[in-house]
T-cell receptor
Framework: EAQVTQNPRYLITVTGKKLTVTCSQNMNHEYMSWYRQDPGLGLRQIYYSMNVEVTDKGDVPEGYKVSRKEKRNFPLILESPSPNQTSLYFC????????????FGPGTRLTVT | AQRVTQPEKLLSVFKGAPVELKCNYSYSGSPELFWYVQYSRQRLQLLLRHISRESIKGFTADLNKGETSFHLKKPFAQEEDSAMYYCALSDIQGAQKLVFGQGTRLTINP
């Protein structure tokens, strides 16, 4: 089944403790992206990747890192999480950017205390 | 700068009534526009895109370049249409990203 998977689905952590949220797609998509969803703000893009080893900042990249060593994986790294990073995070992929449909993962709900 | 605005955070209509979810955009080139939907406890998924000019689940959306709008419409709302709806614009000329509006939560009352 073609899909985007994320792990973990739920995470509660403390300020400053490094964490990684994994994202994987099995559709051989070139484009992958991370978003955060906050009430009243919709979805905001954190980072995106056009292909392997090609990543760039989105609208809200501060406090996040990403890597794209393989086409299928696009992990989101929070080196030192803070409470303002408490949010619902979505990974998405598409064949390319443009008129192509983006496929979303199920979301990861992160709470930083 | 590219921007997508959905003026209504909440919209409530009765079953069988017409529905219109508003979306306005700001973009300097020719936009690629989409509507995404998120049903309760499900992941975000594509509802329709303007380039396809199709009707999905009875919904249609017409791109009006003069008014820079891409409103989503359905003539007769059904209870299963209750969901969060996001209008999005694909910035293919600039930063290569999808820009989302703030979303509209649609509730269909029986």
């Amino acid at each position: 089944e073609a899909q985007v998977t994320q792990n973990p689905r739920y995470l509660i952590t403390v300020t400053g403790k490094k964490l990684t949220v994994t994202c994987s797609q099995n559709m051989n998509h070139e484009y992958m992206s991370w978003y955060r969803q906050d009430p009243g703000l919709g979805l905001r893009q954190i980072y995106y990747s056009m292909n392997v080893e090609v990543t760039d900042k989105g609208d809200v990249p501060e406090g996040y890192k990403v890597s794209r060593k393989e086409k299928r994986n696009f992990p989101l790294i929070l080196e030192s999480p803070s409470p303002n990073q408490t949010s619902l995070y979505f990974c998405a992929s598409s064949l390319r950017v443009g008129a192509y449909e983006q496929y979303f993962g199920p979301g990861t709900r992160l709470t930083v205390t | 700068a590219q921007r997508v605005t959905q003026p209504e955070k909440l919209l409530s209509v009765f079953k069988g009534a017409p529905v219109e979810l508003k979306c306005n955009y700001s973009y300097s080139g020719s936009p690629e526009l989409f509507w995404y939907v998120q049903y309760s406890r499900q992941r975000l998924q594509l509802l329709l895109r303007h380039i396809s000019r199709e009707s999905i689940k009875g919904f249609t959306a017409d791109l009006n370049k003069g008014e820079t709008s891409f409103h989503l419409k359905k003539p007769f709302a059904q209870e299963e249409d209750s969901a969060m709806y996001y209008c999005a614009l694909s910035d293919i000329q600039g930063a290569q990203k999808l820009v989302f509006g703030q979303g509209t939560r649609l509730t269909i009352n029986p």
